[in-house]
């Protein structure tokens, strides 16, 4: 028997596939996006404490009390904002949950979602199962940012919930203030609900500030605020992330969470919150150190062919393959892989409609010095 499918627009990931198609050829994987070097010490030693004191059932659904106060900690410490541990903050098994769970917890059949492209792949499936329609709304083809006139048209009657991503997956670009005033103008006086994804909410560069919609009561008071442990603590395979909401958006996320994973791994939870209380030095240095390695990587890249664009956030980067290839940028990041040997990422799957003749590739420099400088040597070939 063959169902009729409820995602027929979905396949395998474009990250799945990409990453496969490295191993099979041996090629320097700058597609997917986790770093190779190592997790810092004392997560992993608190990590091994938790399992041998026996931490290893159930946590509460919610998330243990430990790990959601240092949340709320470290919180109002980077934007002055304590939500309340007990009714605001739910540990999630990592930030594609918590974005599915928001999703499902608020979107009906036939409610209207914005979403602004390119965006992550996994948000329009978790919208299609909700029984909602997605609108795109393409960002600025250069810089990536959004277009807030277009925005404005595409809301009607049935818009139930807004997608928004800062740092942005795939470009790095970032919200400004001036882009949170529109936002917040848009959403005033309106029942649309945000969901924030803000997974590289630490990675940022050249003194810029994050615009967490956290900082801004109004806009928090309708959000669903997304963020990753993975990415802050390059632990990319524990899959453990929260989502910070106010009561009432809380108590719907959950109805959807404890259905469908209840609570995630214990021990790790033990560890995050000790890691955060003792050593907030690292998220707070997190951007000095990934700024170092997107400046080395970028002086690289000024060594080939290929162009790097600009890069405000986050741990990818964009290359312009134009002077290289014609190829549409699937086909170019499949050649690239099996006949250069260095993986890479085409940006057509993060959209609906990609620009047309649209000639970039994302790379992913949160790798060792060791890794990046393999892939420069074959991309020096091009």
């Not at 191993?23 to 810092?40: I, R, T, Y």
């Not at 150190?289 to 690289?300: A, T, W």
């Amino acid at each position: 028997m063959t169902p009729e499918t409820k995602l027929p627009k979905v396949g395998t990931t474009i990250f799945t596939v990409m990453s496969q198609l490295a191993v099979e050829h041996g090629a320097v994987n700058l597609g997917q996006g986790f770093p190779d070097f190592d997790v810092p010490a004392r997560l992993i030693e608190a990590l091994g404490r938790a399992m041998r004191e026996g931490k290893n059932q159930y946590a509460p659904m919610t998330g243990i009390p430990a790990l959601r106060q240092a949340i709320a900690a470290k919180t109002q410490r980077c934007y002055g904002y304590r939500p309340d541990a007990d009714a605001e903050i739910t540990v999630t098994s990592g930030a594609s949950e918590a974005i599915f769970d928001a999703v499902l917890a608020v979107v009906c059949p036939g409610d209207e979602v914005i979403v602004l492209d390119p965006c992550y792949d996994c948000y329009e499936p978790a919208i299609d199962l909700a029984g909602g329609r997605t609108v795109h709304v393409p960002l600025d083809p250069q810089t990536f940012a959004p277009d807030w006139a277009l925005i404005r048209a595409a809301v009607t009657p049935r818009t139930r919930l807004l997608m928004i991503n800062s740092p942005h997956n795939p470009s790095g670009a970032m919200f400004t203030a001036d882009d949170i005033a529109q936002l917040t103008a848009l959403l005033r006086d309106t029942g649309i609900y945000l969901l924030s994804d803000e997974v590289y909410e630490h990675i940022v560069f050249d003194g810029r500030v994050h615009e967490s919609v956290l900082r801004y009561p109004q806009l928090r008071e309708r959000a669903f605020v997304v963020s990753s442990f993975g990415k802050t603590y390059h632990c990319t395979g524990w899959k453990l992330g929260y989502c910070i909401a106010p009561p009432a958006l809380s108590v719907e996320l959950r109805k959807v969470h404890q259905y469908n994973t209840f609570c995630t791994f214990a021990p790790a939870q033990w560890a995050f919150a000790e890691m955060i209380e003792a050593e907030p030095a690292h998220y707070e240095q997190l951007g000095a150190f990934y700024q170092g390695k997107r400046n080395r990587f970028r002086e690289q890249l000024l060594t080939t062919r290929l162009k790097p664009l600009p890069v405000p956030g986050g741990y990818f980067q964009l290359v312009d393959y134009s002077a290289v290839s014609d190829l549409d940028d699937a086909a170019f990041c499949r050649w690239l892989t099996v006949e250069k040997g260095v993986a890479a990422i085409p940006l057509s799957p993060f959209y609906e409609t990609p620009p047309q003749g649209q000639r970039l590739a994302r790379l992913c420099f949160a790798k060792n010095a060791a890794t990046l400088d393999a892939a420069i040597e074959r991309l020096q070939k091009l």
